[in-house]
RNA sequence: GGCGGCGUAGCUCAGUGGUAGAGCAGGGGAAUCAUAAUCCCUUGGUCGGGGGUUCAAAUCCCUCCGCCGCUACCA
């Protein structure tokens, strides 16, 4: 392995029989502001999601739909790598389970467990619904009217078995166990860990690793009956995309294993448990960590395709703005947390902390600077404390995000620099430059200069988070694309007498379409209290996102 | 049922033994550079109920109430 500083993040590769809702774009963007923050650090940085396209599902609905399953899969994947373009995801790679390369990999990956005797063959038996083509455990059936088994969905279940090949799962427990322990924050957040745990300690089964009842998938390498269980499959896009089974290349010395795969909290287990699994099973390094991440709800319901409520990111980002949305998302709620989705929380925070904490803070400074300073990077005189102690803060707010960064703790990273936002607010407020334009002209350049460098910090900083609109910022004050990595903060300062460009707007306010408006209210406000004016009824958008 | 988590200001949350905190929302004031944005001050909580340990508990222990997650092979 080099010295180089390495870093390689994995969104799941999301299943192809769904078309992109939030709960992909917000996993997706989480690693995109992780994968950014990373190479402005100086890391060299693998970047990967996709699409898992195989399964039963995708074959059931291509047929649906009259076409062969590639063509299905070209279509819906296609899908995804557009959501991606217009998240401004940064991902360096874009991989499809149907490719050559991963096929390759994923039947590697079998010989090696097989070679290892990890995998025998068996039979798998169990209650089966055809409605759900789902199994369902002997605990988890109800009894019908007429005392028959059902499914807990109401299903009639059949007693099957097939011919399957089992993964020795229940060998690897205590090795599982030792492997979280091994390290803090394997599994984040602490109580997805606790359950990991805890499913562990109760004791595994050996795994079904093949189906024979559908064609759309791996083949099993000697068993062309048989194809590999979509899981394995799935799971192993990680590790192709590094090269898998070319374990001496460089790619693969290189990034593997993984240092992060974010995941929602319903794909946990699969992640956590099966994957080191079976990594530790063909002799690879399993990924140094986990997380899963929670849902969102809309306007406080969940979200389900037959409520009708399923937020589409693209409107979201037509309505709100890009920058805007990806921001909302990662700062309403602490990460790890399911979050609710409401149109008045969203644009609360575009307006508050965009528009007028960050926005303005900007619009007022550089504007400021265009009128009294020449339009350009102003001089700087002798500190006082105050100065000192903003631009302080500012310094020191990198090793309080790698920090918090390194936890994955967005929205403790998003309030970190809002602190800093808001210093720097107060600050302008205490020095008041319009005042020392006529008193001290001097001093007013140095309380500009200051309030420059601070908002340069916070540009580069933010960048993750909100890359475009960071860009704009950093464009307005003239910092060269070449100073814009974190490794130039500290000596990349401004240079007095570079000229800036016409300052405008970065964060408009978000104001209202439609209704709210309806009834006039006196001019004082109508916010005494007592009097109801009439038709004070609260106009409120009854349709999501 | 078993295991785990949570319940702190109107809202969202931080705070794990030593005189209750932040942001937003509410109230008052200042300023006028700016996207009428900003800044300052301020109202507000017997930290779910009860009991216990301790000089001292939101913080440790017990118990009760409420909510939530996990408890395997659709993904």
Redesign the pocket.
Known sequence: MSTEKRYYITTPIY?V?DSPHIGHAYTTLACDVMARFMRLDGYRVLFLTGT?EH???VEKAAAAAGIEPKAFTDKVSENFRALARRMNYSNDDFIRTTEERHIRASQAIWQALESRGEIYLGH?E?WYAVR??????E??LIAGPDGTRLAPTGAPVEWVKEESYFFR??AWGERLLAYYDAVPDRILPE?RR??VV??VK????????SRTSFGWGVKVPGAPKHVM???LD?LTNYITAVGYPDTGSAEFKTFWPADLHMVG???L?FHAVYWPAFLMAAGLAPPRRVFAHGWWTNEGQKISKSLGNVIDPIALVDTYGLDAVRFFLLR???FG?D?DFSRAAMV?RM??EL???L??L????L??IA?NAGGVVPAKGSLSEDDAALLAQAGGLLDTLRAQMGRQAFHEALESVWVLV?AA??Y???Q????LRKTDPARMETVLLVLAETLRHLGILLQPFMPDSMGKLLDQLAVPAAARGFDLLATGALVPGTALPAPS?????YVETGAAEAAPVAPGKG?KPGKTPPGASKPDAGQGG
Do not use: C, H, M
């Open positions: 299943y029989n898992d399964g039963q599902k798998y169990g759900d083509e789902a199994f369902y455990a605990s988890e799962l229940s109580t606790n359950e805890s499913f109760s004791g595994l089964q050996d795994l079904s690793v269980y979509v899981w799935a909290k319903d794909i287990r309403e709620v602490p947390n979050g609360r307006n508050v528009a007028n904490d926005g303005n900007a619009q007022r400074t504007s400021f009128k808001r607010n107060a302008i407020d205490r008041a430059p319009w005042a707007g970065i964060f408009p306010r916010t």
